[in-house]
């Protein structure tokens, strides 16, 4: 079984439910900043700056690991792509990967 391809969201990427409206925002289509920016307000100004930019301070364990990692847990929108989809963007019809593009250079 392949990993699902997972992309991190940018501001202006659009996203879309056709099974009714998204979750905090009441459209079925907005901008993931728009969802962003309404999960942030609905939260007060502290929580907002800790867990969409500064992140909150924290220690986790892992399974398997001996020792408590220190970071920071921070909130953002990502994608898990559909398999066929993933599927599509690895490997579209007709074009060349980047690495097929370079062998073709180093071949010249």
């Known amino acids: 079984m392949t990993e699902p391809i997972v992309y991190r969201l940018d501001a202006e ?3 879309r439910s056709d099974d009714g409206n998204l979750p905090f925002v009441e459209v079925s ?3 993931a900043t ?5 999960l942030e307000e609905t939260y007060d100004e502290d929580l907002e700056k800790a867990a ?3 992140g909150f301070s924290c220690r986790v ?9 220190s970071g920071k ?8 792509l559909d398999p066929d989809q993933a599927e599509e963007i690895t490997n579209p019809e007709g074009s060349n990967s980047t690495l097929d593009e370079l062998r073709k250079l180093a071949g010249e």
Do not use: H, Y
Request: charged residues 25%.
């Open 13 to 15: 990427d659009v996203i």
């Open 29 to 31: 289509t907005c901008l």
């Open 34 to 38: 728009d969802m962003t920016a309404n």
């Open 52 to 54: 969409f930019s500064d």
């Open 61 to 69: 364990l892992r399974p398997g690991q001996k020792q408590w990692l």
């Open 73 to 80: 847990v921070r909130f953002f929108l990502e994608i898990e």
